[in-house]
């Protein structure tokens, strides 16, 4: 087999979701760790490759995210992989592995000269960078991290031998992927198809594509990247959002980014999604991310927004009834839209911080969940009143129901000791 046949084996676009890092680091953005444990249960379900699902580092996190490991380890999450993410320095590994038990992490650098001299002040020169780069990535390895991304923060206002220099030293290291961050939006679908292929065929290694929206071209740059990494024999990770969600103008939002390498003309056939995703849930997902967020999908997002599939001027109205391809690109039935939102207009009895065995009792009747004597209703019946405190929102049936099946992991998650 020649060396070319070999490297166009693989031509699988994965996708990583870092909701639960750079969706809940966003101004005003909150997630409880209940909520973004249930996201992570989504985006397994979703057949997302991995979720980079919090800050090892941050005390607040540590339950959750043990909590979840062990959730991985007993299958309930399977086959996603929950990357943490940390500062490349070696004070940053070590506090992961002493204080979490998480397998999997990204370590981020910033590369650009305008984060040297702007945030490092110039205390730091470009080979320090990569050599803390280094070290924490081979402390990472010796604590047997299981997989490993090596991010170089403002990648797109980076010079770009510097970021090939850099990611040769990653790979030459044991990481898995390198990460292109275009942390500011600052790219365009040229410039980083451009610089993605460049560093591909320099490094030859597995690149991941960080982009962000200050100019209204994430989801464009996010596969065009993509379509660079894959065009010269190296595999190609997105990172995505629910409902775009994430620092300052966002990310790319995880459905339009499916939505695009599945439909676009120069996509379509061409270049593949990983085949475990199920785009089918997308409606149900964007519309949990949505209430956990306390933000309302815009009308016009892609495929999930109120009027992806409304028709109402003559000619296109007249047009989709005839043949719903005339003015629709997918269908409504893919994403798991179609089915009526059922509300009740009567009665309700709702599960919160201060309900009682009868009220409770009547709500897990409705979700069809049983427990086995008085004892475990009235013990899911504390926790589901923890539940709320922690959300401070009514709960939703999944919520409900994964606080009656795991209840050990939920105790852990509403635990936290400042
Ligand atoms: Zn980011």
């Known amino acids: 087999m020649t060396k070319n046949t070999k490297k166009k084996k693989n031509n699988i676009i994965r996708l990583i979701d870092v909701t639960n890092r750079d969706g809940v680091q966003t ?14 249960l989504y985006l397994n ?25 062990e959730l991985a380890k007993r299958g309930v999450m399977k086959p996603l992989v929950l990357s943490g993410w940390i500062r490349a320095i070696a004070v940053d590994v070590k506090e992961s592995f002493k204080n979490t038990k998480v397998e999997h992490l990204n370590i981020s650098i910033s590369t ?24 924490a990535l081979r402390l990472a390895k010796s604590k047997g ?14 010079d770009l031998d510097y970021l090939v220099k850099f990611a040769k030293a990653a790979k ?27 560093i591909g065929k320099k490094v030859d290694m597995p690149i991941e594509l960080h982009c962000h929206n200050d100019l209204g071209l994430v989801v464009a740059n996010s596969i065009a990247g993509a379509k660079a990494a894959i065009d ?71 495929g999930v927004g109120a009027n992806a599939f409304a028709h109402e001027s003559g000619i296109h109205a007249d047009g989709a009834l005839k043949d719903r391809r005339n003015y629709e690109l997918y269908d409504y039935e893919e994403l798991g839209r179609g089915e009526p939102d059922i509300v009740d207009t009567g009665r309700s009895i709702t599960a919160g911080e201060y ?35 922690h959300n401070q929102k009514p709960l939703v049936a999944d919520e409900l129901k994964f606080v009656a099946r795991y209840p050990d992991i939920a105790r852990k998650l509403f635990s936290m000791e400042p």
């Open 112 to 135: 650009s000269d305008q984060m040297l001299y702007g945030k490092f002040r110039g205390k730091k020169t470009k080979d320090d960078i990569i050599d803390m780069m280094v070290e």
């Open 45 to 69: 379900e979703m057949g997302v490759y991995q979720s980079e699902f919090g800050f090892p580092v941050t005390r607040h996190e540590r339950n959750y995210i043990n909590a979840n490991v």
């Open 355 to 389: 309900s009682g065995i009868k009220g409770f009792r009547n709500v897990y009747d409705k979700l069809a969940v049983k427990f086995k004597d008085e004892k475990e209703a009235a013990d899911i019946l504390d926790l589901v009143r923890y539940a709320n405190v």
């Open 172 to 198: 030459d290291n044991g990481a898995d992927r390198v990460r292109y961050c275009d942390t500011l939006g600052y790219d365009d679908p040229f410039s980083i198809y451009n610089r993605i292929h460049h």
């Open 27 to 40: 101004s005003r953005i909150c997630l409880s760790k209940l909520q973004k444990t249930m996201i992570n």
């Open 145 to 158: 991290v299981k997989t490993i991304g090596v991010n170089a923060e403002d990648g797109s206002r980076s």
């Open 232 to 302: 010269v024999g190296v595999d190609a990770y997105i990172n995505t959002t629910l409902n775009g969600i994430g620092e300052r103008a966002g990310n790319a939002d995880l459905v339009s980014v499916i939505l695009a390498i599945k439909y676009s003309s120069g996509f379509k056939g061409k270049y593949k999604l990983d085949p475990n995703i199920k785009l089918s849930k997308a409606w149900k997902v964007a519309k949990y991310a949505s209430y956990a967020f306390g933000v309302p999908i815009p009308i016009n997002q892609p």
